[in-house]
C-alpha cells in the first residue's frame, strides 16, 4: 500500500505545476493516512477542459471524484452517488454531510435515495443572500431612498391566511377595467344630475372609506358595507351643489363667482321638485344678490366674500332638502355598481382557478392567542400559471406590457422591488412570477388613483394619498425611536421591508403584512402617515387605543398628519384628545417637505414638494412604550430637523461626497432597543 502511495504522489506532482517551499503538513491532510495533491495556486494543465482527476481506489469506490473549479482556481470533490461536493478532501465512510460546506449548492431533495443520482442536478445560481450567512456574509447594498436592512421589532398575533386568489394579470386587467368605468359613471352621474363635476379625489376616498366597513371578497371593489350610502360621498358631492366655491385670487374673480352661486341656486330650485316656501326663500335672496351687484360699484375684496357667505347661510339648507334625493340616489348607485362588478371579477377569477383544479377557499376563524414576529400576509391556495408579461427594460427605466396595457417604472424601484420580493416571497425562488406581480402593483396602484402615470409626471399633480416621508425623517424615526415599521405604505413608497398596504392580495409579495385595521400588534415601534380620509383616521386611532389599552409590552405609534381643522370633530382632534398622547408638536406650512407620491416614475429633481399646509406629529405610547422610545426634547429636536426643507438633498450630497462612511442607522445604537 505504501508503494501505490508514494507513486501516486509522484503522479500528482507530475500534474500539477511545481510548487517551492511547500510543507508537509499541507500535502498530507491529519484526517487522513492517504496522501493527496496540495491545492495548487496556479491554473492547471489544460484548463479549458472540464477535467476530472484520479482518486485512490476507496474514494472511487464510495463515488467521489475530483475535478477543478474555474471560479475558485482550486480544486473540488464531487460525490456523483450522494450529489455531494466539497472544497476540502472528503473522509472516508462519511455518514452525511453538511449542505452549508456544498460549494455547488448540489444537494439531493429530502428522502431522496442516494443511488439514483447519478448526475449533478442543475440549480439555479444562488442569490447574494444566500451565498453567505453569518458575522462573515456582504450585506447587500441596494440604492434608493429607503433601508431594507432595517429588522423588524413588531410582535403581532399569529393570524390566518387570507382567503384571496394570488395575483393574476388577466384578472388584474377586468378588475381594473371596472373600476375606470364605475370612476367614469361617477363623473356622469354628478354631471347630469347635479350639473357639476365629480370633487376631486372624492371618488378615491370614497374607496378608502369603503374599505373600513367592506367585508366583501374584492381586495378593490367595494361590495359588502353598511351603511350603502357613503357619507363621505355625500357630503363631498353636497359642498359643490350648486357650485363649486373656491378662494379666488382677484376681487373680479371673487364678483363672478358670486354671480355664478346665484344663478345656479336659482335653476335648481326652478328645476327640481322643491317645496314652494323653500323656493321663494331661495327666489328672494336671489333678486336680492343681483339688486346689490348691479347698484354696488367699487364693492371691495372682502364686500363680495361676505355677500357669498350670507347667501350660502340663507340658501344652503332648501338646496340641500332639494337635490337630497338624487345625490343619495347617486351614492347608492355608485355602490351597487361596484358590488356588482366584484360578483363579476369574482366569477372570472373562479373559471381561471378551475382551469387549474383550484377553488377560493372559506375565510378562516382568527381564534389564536399566539405571539409571533410580524411576517407578510400568506395565501390559502397555490399560485396558478400566469401569462408572460412583456419585460422592456430601458437605461433609467423599464416598461411592462401585457394585452397593448404598458406600465412603467423607475430601474431603482425596480431593483427595490426584487430586494422586497427576495425577502418576502417563499413560492417563487426562481423569480419565474416576478415581472408579472410587477405589473400587477403598478396596474392596481395607477388604477387606484386615477391617472396614467406619465400624465401625471407632465402635469406635477400632487397625489396625496401616497406621498410619504422624506428620507431623513425615516432615518431619524428609526435612529431615534426605533421605528421598523409602517403603517399606511406601498411597495413603491414604502422606506423598511415590514409595512402595512391596502392591497394585500398583490402587495404582499413584497413584504406587506396587510390592512392596518386588521393587525394585532403587541409590541415595537410604528410611523402611521395615512392618506387623507377622516373615516379611515378615526379608525385607527380607535385601532391603536384599543391595542394601546390591551398590551403592556412596549408599544409606540408616531403618527403624521395633515393639519387640517374643520368644525366638527375630525379624527386629528380624536388623536390630540386621545388618553395615550405623550407628544405633540406642529410644524408650519411651507418649512418641510414631502417625497412625491409617483415617486416610482418620477426623476430624482421632482422627487421633493414643499408641503403648503402644515403637519402635526402626535405620540402614542403605553407606559412601557414610553419609557422606551418617549419623545425627549432632544429625540424631538432632531425630528423636527430632519423634516427641515433641503435635509435630503444634502444627505444626497454628503453620500456622493464620502459613499464610503457609515449609515445613520449605526448611528446612537443606545437609543435603538430592539
Given at each position: ?36 495533491s ?11 477542459n ?16 475530483k ?5 475558485e ?7 456523483k ?47 447574494p ?10 450585506k ?20 390566518p ?15 381594473c ?17 347635479q ?5 376631486k ?43 363649486k366655491l373656491?378662494?379666488?385670487k382677484?376681487?373680479g ?17 326652478e ?56 345625490v ?24 381561471i ?18 405571539k ?6 400568506q ?16 437605461r ?5 406590457r ?14 427595490k ?20 406581480r410587477?405589473?400587477v ?8 388613483l ?12 400632487v ?15 428609526h435612529?431615534?425611536f ?8 406601498s ?6 421591508k ?8 398583490c402587495?404582499?409579495y ?11 400588534a ?25 391595542l ?15 393639519d ?20 405633540q408638536?406642529?410644524?408650519p406650512?411651507?418649512?418641510h417637505?414631502f ?80
Amino acid at each position: 500500500m505504501n508503494e501505490e502511495v508514494e507513486l501516486k504522489v509522484q503522479e500528482d506532482r507530475q500534474m500539477w505545476p511545481p510548487m517551492d517551499n511547500v510543507p508537509i503538513s499541507n500535502i498530507v491532510p491529519t484526517h487522513t493516512n492517504i496522501a493527496i495533491s496540495p491545492a495548487p495556486q496556479g491554473a492547471p494543465i489544460n484548463p479549458n477542459n472540464f477535467v476530472e482527476y484520479e482518486l485512490p481506489f476507496e474514494y472511487v469506490q464510495q463515488g467521489w471524484k475530483k475535478f477543478w473549479s474555474k471560479r475558485e482556481n482550486r480544486p473540488y470533490f464531487w460525490n456523483k452517488l450522494t450529489g455531494e461536493s466539497l472544497w476540502e478532501m472528503p473522509p472516508l465512510n462519511k455518514p452525511q454531510f453538511d449542505p452549508i460546506t456544498d460549494p455547488l449548492g448540489i444537494c439531493p431533495p429530502v428522502g431522496a435515495h442516494p443511488v439514483a443520482m447519478q448526475s449533478p442536478i442543475p440549480v439555479a445560481k444562488r442569490r447574494p443572500s444566500e451565498e453567505l450567512v453569518g458575522p462573515q456574509a456582504k450585506k447587500f447594498v441596494l440604492a434608493g431612498p429607503w433601508d431594507l436592512d432595517v429588522q423588524t421589532n413588531v410582535v403581532i398575533i399569529e393570524r390566518p391566511p387570507c382567503n384571496y386568489m394570488h395575483s393574476h394579470p388577466e384578472v388584474e386587467a377586468y378588475r381594473c377595467s371596472l373600476l375606470s368605468k364605475l370612476r367614469q359613471c361617477y363623473q356622469e352621474l354628478c354631471h347630469s344630475r347635479q350639473s357639476i363635476d365629480a370633487p376631486k379625489e372624492s371618488f378615491n376616498r370614497w374607496l378608502m372609506e369603503r374599505k373600513v366597513l367592506d367585508t366583501g371578497c374584492d381586495p378593490l371593489l367595494p361590495s359588502n358595507c353598511y351603511p350603502e350610502i357613503s357619507m363621505s360621498m355625500y357630503k363631498e358631492i353636497m359642498n359643490d351643489i350648486p357650485i363649486k366655491l373656491v378662494r379666488p385670487k382677484f376681487t373680479g374673480d371673487a364678483r363672478k363667482q358670486l354671480s355664478r352661486y346665484a344663478e345656479a341656486a336659482k335653476s335648481i330650485m326652478e328645476s327640481r321638485n322643491a317645496e314652494a316656501e323653500s323656493r321663494k326663500v331661495v327666489k328672494w335672496n336671489v333678486d336680492e344678490t343681483f339688486q346689490w351687484l348691479r347698484r354696488t360699484v367699487g364693492a371691495t375684496y372682502d364686500d363680495f366674500q361676505d355677500r357669498l357667505a350670507h347667501l350660502k347661510q340663507q340658501c344652503q339648507p332648501h338646496l340641500t332638502e332639494t337635490v337630497k334625493v338624487s345625490v343619495e340616489g347617486i351614492c347608492l348607485k355608485i355602490y351597487n355598481l361596484s358590488a356588482e362588478y366584484a360578483r363579476k371579477v369574482r366569477e372570472k377569477s373562479n373559471i381561471i382557478l378551475k382551469e387549474h383544479g383550484l377553488e377560493l377557499p372559506p375565510v378562516l376563524p382568527n381564534n389564536s392567542t399566539r405571539k409571533v414576529w410580524c411576517y407578510p400576509i400568506q395565501f390559502q391556495i397555490g399560485c396558478t400559471r400566469l401569462p408572460v408579461i412583456e419585460y422592456l427594460p430601458d437605461r433609467d427605466q423599464a416598461m411592462l406590457r401585457f394585452q397593448g396595457d404598458t406600465l412603467v417604472i423607475n430601474a431603482t424601484h425596480l431593483q427595490k422591488m426584487e430586494h422586497l420580493y427576495r425577502h418576502s416571497c417563499f413560492d417563487d425562488r426562481k423569480f419565474e412570477l416576478f415581472i408579472p406581480r410587477v405589473w400587477v402593483v403598478l396596474k392596481r396602484y395607477a388604477t387606484f388613483l386615477g391617472v396614467n402615470p406619465s400624465s401625471a409626471v407632465a402635469s406635477n399633480d400632487v397625489h396625496d394619498t401616497q406621498a410619504s416621508l422624506p428620507v431623513t425623517v425615516f432615518e431619524c424615526l428609526h435612529r431615534m425611536f426605533a421605528v421598523s415599521f409602517e403603517c399606511f405604505a406601498s411597495p413603491l413608497n414604502c422606506y423598511f421591508k415590514q409595512y402595512c398596504s391596502a392591497f394585500a392580495d398583490c402587495d404582499s409579495y413584497f413584504g406587506s403584512r396587510g390592512l392596518f385595521l386588521h393587525l394585532k400588534a403587541v409590541s415595537g415601534s410604528f410611523e402611521a402617515h395615512p392618506p387623507y380620509c377622516e373615516e379611515l383616521l378615526e379608525a385607527t386611532i380607535d385601532h391603536m387605543e384599543r391595542l394601546l389599552s390591551e398590551s403592556h409590552e412596549p408599544l409606540s405609534f408616531v403618527i403624521i398628519l395633515p393639519d387640517y381643522r374643520e368644525p366638527t370633530p375630525t379624527g386629528l382632534q380624536r388623536a390630540e384628545e386621545s388618553q395615550f398622547k405623550r407628544k405633540q408638536v406642529t410644524i408650519p406650512a411651507y418649512e418641510h417637505e414631502f417625497r412625491h407620491g409617483l415617486q416610482h416614475v418620477l426623476n430624482r429633481s421632482e422627487l421633493n414638494i414643499r408641503s403648503t399646509h402644515g403637519t402635526v406629529i402626535i405620540w402614542l405610547q403605553n407606559q412601557a412604550g414610553f419609557s422606551r422610545w418617549g419623545p425627549t426634547e432632544d429625540r424631538v429636536e432632531a425630528l423636527l430637523e430632519a423634516f427641515r426643507p433641503g435635509r435630503e438633498r444634502e444627505r444626497d450630497r454628503q453620500e456622493l461626497l464620502s459613499p464610503t462612511r457609515q449609515g445613520s442607522t449605526s448611528d446612537n445604537k443606545d437609543v435603538l432597543v430592539h
